[in-house]
């Protein structure tokens, strides 16, 4: 089991940038690929960004050259660095462990970008 925390969601004015963490307990050693998805109301969860261990990364087009995500060295902690915020990025984000074990994810941080 991987249990996963999210903190670092608030609001936000256009054009400013907030810095999401996940933390990561439990079998971490299972975990092949840490994500950050988002999600509006009455949509479904979409890919924000992706990153395995081999250290490929997937993003969304929405936030490409804006989002970066990263992990640290025992990748039990993986952050989302959101640049350049726009209104339209306004989503509850949710930390994704995908592991050998199974798909795990966290509670969810609401993040609002407006002026």
């Known amino acids: 089991q991987v249990q996963l925390v999210e903190s670092g969601g608030g609001s936000v004015q256009p054009g400013g940038s907030l810095r999401l963490t996940c933390v990561a307990s439990?079998?971490?050693?299972?975990?092949?690929?840490m994500a950050w998805y988002q999600q509006t109301p009455g949509k479904e969860r979409e890919l924000v960004a992706l990153?395995?261990?081999?250290?490929?990364?997937n993003y969304a087009d929405s936030v490409k050259g804006r989002f970066t995500i990263s992990t640290n060295k025992a990748r039990d902690r993986w952050y989302l660095q959101m640049n350049s915020l726009k209104p339209e990025d306004t989503a509850v984000y949710y930390c994704n462990a995908q592991s050998k074990l199974g798909n795990y994810w966290g509670q969810g941080t609401q993040v609002t970008v407006s002026s």
């Open positions: 439990g079998s971490t050693a299972s975990i092949w690929g």
């Open positions: 990153l395995r261990i081999d250290k490929t990364s």
